[in-house]
């Protein structure tokens, strides 16, 4: 992961996690604490510097808002996380492991699985399709096992057990009546449900959510809301990108401020409310 | 939505029977035309045995470019380069040793037939891979760009004088240059039924065969048991691309073929799907191409222009791409209609009215519209010269379905990507039933349900 020679936080909390089977309670597990870490991020295009230097991290087991006015770079922050950019310089470490500039795929196959902005449904392909397509790790991936006569066997026992998963997850989230529809007739609602809930249908520890209310009615925006809480309740960790400051304000127990490519502040709700800086942010002081 | 629509709806046995219709009335049709021509029973033979021919290789090829378009979105117009190197590999390994002063200038390495043809597919499905390599981590015009590239360049290759013979462990080989090689390896039927000791039992249906033709009839059953083979390989095409299709190999190309980013989003290796899916389509390719070309006493590049390409193309935007039945049925129609139709259109007329006087020039042909109004003379003009117009009826028919049919015959057919039907598990159905009221029982009632859902979404989602 590193060299012996300069050995990362991680390797020395590692370290001491096993020197000292946990004793130092509260600097220990620096990882398992915070899943994602994120250092000193930063990505240009041509001359506009996006994101500069941004820093932060994420609590396990957290509903995380990232917010900032238009143009601070919380979409190409998500970009970059998710491999879907390549840095200019910066780290990102998830699990403990070091992962800036990976593959999209390879990160999702981590555990790290996030949605689009505009709810990028495959609409050619039915709900079901879409929801079959997204477990890792399927084997009748390989073309060899899926065309080979008794090997296929095998493939249908696998597709057999995903189809009961996909169907309870689309019990789940209340879509089991479209089932058979083309994701394409959607409306835009049924969308951002469809898109979550392919993508947890991926097993992942941290689900990164790209405004996953935007243009949702307010009651879907509930349900969602909800969903969202239940699942993060069982475990998940979320790191959402929102515009609406109440929504984030009401849910979210950790708020990153992202101001011109960097973090502003963070806190929680209550800090962040009351923070001079991001409200001159949001109402256009420094530009 | 449309009349056509119905009519595909209503053919009993669903898509099956409409092959097998559509493959009824083209055979209809010709064994009608040829009675209008006067043919004898060997030319009756005869033209069932080219039409078979020409619906199985198109129907081949139309299958395999719908894994590459159809399924992948992969846009592949360098189909005629991969079967190229598929018959030319194939003959280099096949073609028996060089013998000095022997009709063939150049030798083969003197392989089973069969070792050829693996050759063959393995080296277009190399020559894919090399070509996918670079192009599929651009956007998707770029391949169009690379692959009809390279298909000219490998025409241009194998009409070099460097490639026109060489040495190859200590044998002299080549590929012939212009002047074309001669395929002078066993013939496939013989070496076929001689692999499986039938060799004398086909000699004895060649002979069974005179009761009806009595003058040589082993060309007419040639041709027919070859077509035959052909039929049977656009089964086992079929039966490959359907498992492939319906697999959740299938299932990654068809996200990548919607939307590559969220493919690999959810974890998947697009580049590497990607490059199998283009591999298996170009090996597909460059075996339609072998048994397109085997029976044939030699092989010149110049078959192999980009136009074969598009050929494969309108057969399947015929058929519908995405659609492996509408693949064989794009095959089938583009075969009996477009590619052998015109050539019978014309015989025909010229065989009914044997005294018509056609132009002999466009001049002569557009004059009388001109001075007098008379269209006679033009209209016998372009039947005289229908052949030639082939291309252009071709576009005609591409520009017709592209209006009124963009999806082509069989392109709202969906087929699932899955290896079992996805309607709710029965175990599932039997949990919730009690405990839930609101329990949608399964597919049945679901399908009622979404139909009103899209009819009450629509007006706002085709935006």
Known sequence: MSDASNPSVDDVANKVDDDALGAFASGVDTTEQFPLQVEGLRKSFGGITAVDGASFEVEAGTLTGLIGPNGAGKSTTFNLITGMLKPDAGTVTFNGEDITGLEPHEIANRGMVRTFQIARELSDMTVLENMMLAPKHQRGEALWRSVTPVLRDDVREQEEELLERVWEVLDFFDIDHIAHEYAGNLSGGQRKLLEMARALLTDPDMLLLDEPFAGVNPTLEKKLLEHVHELREQGYTFLLVEHDMDLIMNNCEHVIVLHQGQVLTEGTPDDIRSNEEVIEAYLGGTV | ?463
């Open chain 2, 1 to 463: 939505m449309s009349v056509k629509e119905d009519i595909t709806a209503r053919v009993p046995g669903g898509d099956t029977g409409l092959i097998v219709l559509v493959l009824a009335s083209a055979y209809l049709l010709y064994l009608l035309a040829g009675i209008g021509l006067g043919y004898d029973l060997r030319g009756q033979l005869n033209s069932i045995a080219t039409l078979t021919f020409y619906i199985g290789v198109f129907a081949m090829l139309s299958l395999a470019l719908n894994l590459h378009w159809g399924y992948t979105g992969l846009f592949n117009i360098g189909i005629v380069g991969f079967m190229a190197v598929g018959v030319y590999v194939m003959a280099l390994v096949s073609k028996p040793l060089y013998v000095a002063g022997g009709a063939a200038q150049v030798g083969g390495l003197g392989l089973p037939l069969w070792v050829g043809i693996l050759a063959g597919m393995l080296a277009a499905a190399i020559l894919g891979f090399v070509v996918a390599l670079p192009a599929l981590r651009l956007r998707a015009d770029y391949l169009a760009i690379v692959t009809i590239a390279m298909s000219e360049i490998v025409r241009f290759s194998f009409l070099s004088g460097d490639l026109q013979a060489f040495s190859l462990m200590g044998t002299r080989v080549g590929f012939g240059g212009g002047s074309g090689l001669i395929l002078d390896f066993t013939p496939p039927l013989e070496a076929l039924f001689q692999a499986f000791g039938l060799w004398g039992v086909y000699n004895g249906l060649v002979d069974a065969f005179r009761a009806i033709v009595p003058t040589n009839p082993k060309p007419v059953v040639d041709g027919l048991i070859y077509g035959l083979l052909l039929l049977g390989f656009v089964v086992a095409f079929y039966w490959l691309l359907k498992r492939t299709g319906e697999s959740p190999f299938g299932r990654v190309l068809k996200a990548i073929r919607e939307d590559e980013d969220v493919a690999n989003a959810l974890g998947k290796n697009t580049d590497g799907f990607k490059i199998k899916s283009f591999m298996l389509g170009c090996a597909l390719m460059g075996l339609a191409g072998i048994l397109w070309l085997m029976p044939q006493g030699a092989v010149t590049p110049n078959f192999f222009r980009p136009r074969v390409t598009f050929f494969v193309w309108i057969a399947l935007i015929i058929g519908g791409a995405g659609s492996n039945t509408g693949s064989v049925l794009g095959g089938a129609v583009f075969a009996a209609v477009l590619y052998q139709g015109p050539r019978y259109f014309q015989n025909l007329v010229s065989t009914v009215f044997p005294n018509l006087d056609s132009p002999s020039g466009f001049g002569q042909a557009i004059s009388p519209l001109i001075s007098s109004f008379d269209p006679v003379p033009f209209l016998l003009y372009t039947i005289d010269s229908i052949r030639q117009l082939q291309l252009v009826v071709m576009g005609l028919v591409l520009i017709w379905l592209m209006h009124n049919r963009p999806e082509g015959l069989l392109g709202h057919r969906k087929e699932t990507a899955s290896v079992i039907p996805l309607s709710r598990p029965k175990s599932m159905v039997a949990a919730d039933g009690g405990a839930d009221e609101s329990v949608r029982t399964d597919g049945g009632v679901d399908e009622g349900d979404s139909t009103v859902d899209r009819e009450s979404n629509g007006g706002v989602d085709d935006e």
